[in-house]
């Protein structure tokens, strides 16, 4: 249980105006806003109250109202501090101008959720992200998600049979952490006990992978198969250049998720548009490649075939003017976990099957 201390530069209670009418109008913050008004009135006669307290007096679970605070930290209300086993909620002031209202803090914020808006696009809404304040169900508020949602039963009996073993109370914690905390669906999970859970069999690496791949947007099955895909055909692209010094840059990765994910080509197709460009070129170039790619998508070629029988009727011709790549969703993962290319090979292949 974390006890939690309030601090604040103010000695009344009232609430700021901003806060009434920037931040309580947001849909599906009702009871965050309770939680915000209870601390503050707490913060005011110098309180202390627990995460347990608080849970109690709303009647909801101590991870909703850990969710409370991460997501009042993330809107630039408040600022958590943690040291040891305390966490202290800071409330920020809100007074002035409606439209100055954001603190220097989350203005920073703003500014890089607006530069992964091309992930957000691919990988579904944006996630608040996950602090360093963990959920912690305890076995009653376990029992009790499992009574309100049917798939944690199944989601045990799943990862009971996935890691062949009986689940321990940390691991069901953590897959209660997983599925009520991050939200992922089950389907993901079983995707990350494949990958995660075969590589380390502990539940806690899975949980961390699990956290990795939440802050990155990747909530979904088809978000999941993107991104493992783009850590495996990357470095098979860049073979396809004979680049085997470096890996691929952020725009190249871009590049290489537009053309299978968007353009739908195959790899025999990538690697027949990296030869045209090595042969007209004579060195790597991504945004010639792409030209040809793009000609061969809009005139419907599918296969090496057709590529060759469009080339040699002159319709496959690229500009020899090189167009600069754009930036797309894949800008946002130059800091990659090394993954082991066989073992996420095999997890797509293991995901083939189960449809």
């Not at 495996?232 to 860049?238: F, N, R, S």
């Not at 952020?250 to 739908?264: Q, V």
């Amino acid at each position: 249980m974390s006890t939690v201390k309030f601090k604040t530069n103010t000695n009344i209670t009232a609430i700021p105006n901003v806060f009434i009418d920037e931040y309580m109008a947001k849909p599906n913050t009702a009871v965050f806003s309770l939680i915000y008004i209870y601390g503050y009135r707490c913060a005011a006669e110098g309180v202390e109250v627990s995460t347990e307290d608080l849970a109690k007096v709303f009647g909801i679970l101590e991870s909703d109202v850990l969710k409370a605070w991460n997501y009042w930290d993330s809107q630039g209300v408040i600022q958590l501090e943690r040291s040891n086993n305390e966490l202290s909620v800071v409330f920020l002031p809100l007074t002035g101008h409606e439209s100055e209202y954001c603190s220097t803090e989350k203005k920073a914020h703003e500014n890089i959720e607006k530069a992964s808006d091309k992930q957000n696009e691919v990988f579904g809404k944006k996630q608040t992200p996950v602090s360093e304040i963990r959920a912690n169900y305890n076995p009653s508020e376990i029992e009790e998600v499992r009574n309100r949602d049917e798939s944690v039963t199944e989601l045990f009996d799943l990862a009971q049979s996935m890691m062949g073993k009986v689940l321990t109370q940390m691991d069901t914690q953590a897959l209660v952490e997983m599925h009520d905390y991050l939200g992922l669906p089950n389907e993901l999970i079983a995707i990350l006990l494949t990958y995660a859970g075969e590589k380390k069999k502990k539940m806690r690496y899975v949980l961390a992978v699990a956290n990795d791949w939440h802050s990155k947007g990747v909530t979904t099955v088809e978000a999941a198969e993107i991104y493992l895909s783009s850590l495996t055909d990357a470095p098979k692209v860049m073979k396809f250049f004979g680049i085997t010094a470096r890996e691929a840059s952020e725009d190249e990765r871009g590049l290489i998720y537009t053309w299978l994910a968007k353009y739908k080509m195959s790899k025999e197709l990538i690697k027949l548009a990296c030869e045209k460009t090595l042969a007209a070129t004579g060195k790597p170039s991504f945004a010639y490649a792409d030209a040809i790619l793009k000609n061969w998508h809009e005139n419907n070629v599918t296969t090496p075939e057709e590529a060759k029988a469009q080339s040699g009727r002159g319709k496959g011709k690229t500009s020899g003017k090189e167009q600069k790549p754009k930036n797309n969703s894949f800008n946002s993962f130059s800091s990659q976990r090394d993954y082991d290319e066989a073992e996420l090979e095999r997890v797509l292949k293991d995901r083939g099957r189960m449809r």
